[in-house]
């Protein structure tokens, strides 16, 4: 799908995709082990979705919210440099990833300063990507493994791997080097494209780097029915001797460990990857994903092992024979690749063409010239003849500074309308409340009017996960909400309308009048499409209150809930 779509040998292929219509894209994509699937299967264990709630047991991080045009900068730079598309990547585009780089440079100097960060998107990381200084990598990894040799370990495939694990090549501290991984990652290039196509927006994630987490001391815990089923060391193509000598200390500490975190967690069944610190003997939540086979099972196999991982008996997996494979996987995923030359990012800056605003604006001030200034050159070489000549340049000077300034304007004009889009107001009512769960990802570049309560009484109850719901079949019931008035330009209303499923059936939007203080406004609201008997019965209230989110909202179980009759709706038509 990804050939047909972006490499232009199969023109015909992809026309023939793009003629299916959205629904029907997606629905051929669910039905197969497509990227598509696996993202929405992974999508109520992204990071941005349980950290808030398991920030206390996690690394420091920061979440950097992007906009769809710089998503789709960052496509184009992929497509143009990696697949051979020609004629999409702009200086637009350039100008959006300067930006971008500039916002993660100041991100990172603002909280990571002295640590440095790792990043990666919500759902997943970016190990596939190129780091700034491939020098720097291979040297310090030549130096970890002499240091290995040195000690007595045999120049093998698993001793290279354990060079590998040691060094720090996703670490970044600065812009640049967040750019040069961002842009190179095939990973984010699959998810990005998801999200403009099917809308589950994603967002930069830059979380502490902490030099004492190793990747040997990195594990995978399996949970089902509240209790851990099965252990395994996340590395599972490397044996470390360390690790077997520390078995029975390490499982202890990591099921303590696991019993704190999991009250928290709010899901009877997931993964959890863990970290042990052994300098300080401390454990450290790395991150959770759904229990199901776009987990990767470590040493276990889903195949053979599902019913064990189910059920029991617990059993904690550590590799102790050599991986059969292991020197072809370290020569093809890291000396090969290393050592061809890789030109940093910003050398492609030079490839990009002309906007679409340059291009039309072009057309458009010609446009304007001729418009305005043919007529007007008419009339004053009809009229100059009766005037002295000194008149005549006075007049010609005029009918110049007249053309150059419509066409000032015009390209004013549109680059205004470029950056800004239509604006509407917005009124929030729950999670996007600020100091809410989801404020930030949503309406971070957005401006906050200010508090406000409606004019009309509308039912306000609280439903399954602690989501709150605004009722819209329910006319003259329920009490005037109060909420937040926010500013959002076209662009935002699209990724709202995208996560509140308005396309899936799962909420409408409708226009309410609300007071902000003595002045009233007209805003945008979203309504759910249908109640069920349960939410009919109320109560109904006046406010979702922060105690309550805090108290009751549950957000792995509500995107849970959420894709799961996404995944079950697009299944069942399909098979209909």
């Not at 004629?87 to 500039?102: C, K, P, S, Y």
């Not at 005029?398 to 304007?409: A, D, M, P, W």
């Not at 308005?502 to 003595?518: A, D, E, L, P, T």
């Amino acid at each position: 799908l990804a050939n047909a779509d972006n490499v232009s040998e199969d023109m015909s292929a992809a026309q023939q995709w793009e003629s299916l219509g959205k629904e029907e894209r997606a629905r051929r994509m669910l039905t197969i082990g497509s990227e598509h699937r696996l993202r929405n299967e992974n999508l109520a264990f992204d990071i941005d979705v349980w950290y808030p709630r398991l920030s206390r047991f996690t690394f420091d991080t920061v979440f950097l919210p992007l906009t769809r045009t710089e998503a789709r900068a960052c496509l184009n730079y992929y497509a143009t440099r990696y697949m051979g598309r020609t004629g999409i990547f702009t200086v637009d585009d350039v100008a959006l990833l300067q930006e971008v780089e500039r916002l993660l440079d100041g991100v990172i100097k603002d909280n990571f300063a002295k640590t440095g960060a790792f990043m990666r998107l919500c759902g997943r990381s970016m190990k596939d990507a190129e780091p700034l200084d491939r020098a720097k990598v291979m040297s310090d990894y030549n130096r970890e493994l002499q240091r290995l040799l040195d000690s007595g370990l045999p120049r093998t495939g698993n001793t290279r791997i354990m060079a590998v694990s040691r060094i720090h090549w996703l670490k970044v501290t600065n812009g640049k080097e967040a750019m040069s991984l961002l842009l190179s990652s095939e990973r984010v290039f699959v998810d990005l494209r998801d999200w403009l196509e099917f809308g589950e927006p994603e967002q930069i994630v830059l979380r502490r780097w902490d030099e004492e987490l190793l990747y040997d001391y990195e594990f995978r815990l399996y949970v089902h029915g509240n209790q851990v089923r099965g252990i395994s060391q996340y590395d599972h193509f490397c044996v470390y001797p360390h690790l077997l000598q520390q078995k029975e200390m390490l499982q202890r500490k990591l099921l303590d460990y696991w019993a704190t975190v999991h009250p928290y967690v709010g899901e009877e069944n997931y993964a959890v990857d863990l970290g042990y610190l052994k300098d300080s003997g401390q454990v450290i939540l790395i991150e959770i994903s759904p229990f199901l086979r776009c987990t990767g099972a470590a040493m276990f196999r889903w195949e053979t092992d599902e019913e064990q991982l189910r059920n029991g008996p617990m059993e904690f997996r550590l590799r102790r024979e050599e991986y059969p494979y292991i020197e072809a996987l370290v020569e093809s995923n890291w000396d090969e690749r290393w050592a061809r030359p890789h030109e940093p990012y910003w050398v492609w800056y030079q490839h990009a063409g002309p906007s679409k605003l340059q291009r039309d604006g072009n057309a458009n001030v010609v446009e304007a010239a001729l418009v305005v200034g043919a007529p007007v050159f008419g009339v004053a070489v009809v009229g100059l003849r009766y005037l002295p000549p000194l008149i005549h340049f006075l007049v010609l000077g005029l009918i110049v500074v007249l053309i150059v300034g419509v066409c000032f304007i015009v390209v004013l004009c549109q680059k205004m309308r470029s950056r800004q889009g239509k604006l509407k107001y917005l009124f929030v009512y729950g999670t996007l409340k600020r100091g809410f769960h989801w404020q930030h990802k949503f309406l971070s570049r957005s401006k906050f009017i200010g508090v406000a309560q409606t004019v009309d009484v509308f039912p306000l109850t609280i439903g399954q996960c602690g989501v709150p719901y605004l009722l819209g079949d329910l006319p003259g019931q329920g009490k005037r909400i109060l909420g937040e008035v926010w500013q959002v330009d076209d662009v935002t209303m699209v990724g709202l309308d995208e996560y509140e499923g308005i396309c899936k059936g799962h909420y409408g939007r409708r226009q309410v009048r609300v007071n902000v203080g003595r002045r009233t406004y007209v805003a945008e609201c979203y309504f759910a499409a249908t109640s069920t008997p349960q939410l009919r019965e109320g109560p109904f209230l006046e406010e979702y209150a922060k105690e309550a989110h805090d108290a009751h909202y549950n957000a792995v179980r509500h995107i849970l809930v959420k894709q799961q009759m996404y995944l079950h709706e697009e299944l069942t038509a399909v098979s209909t």
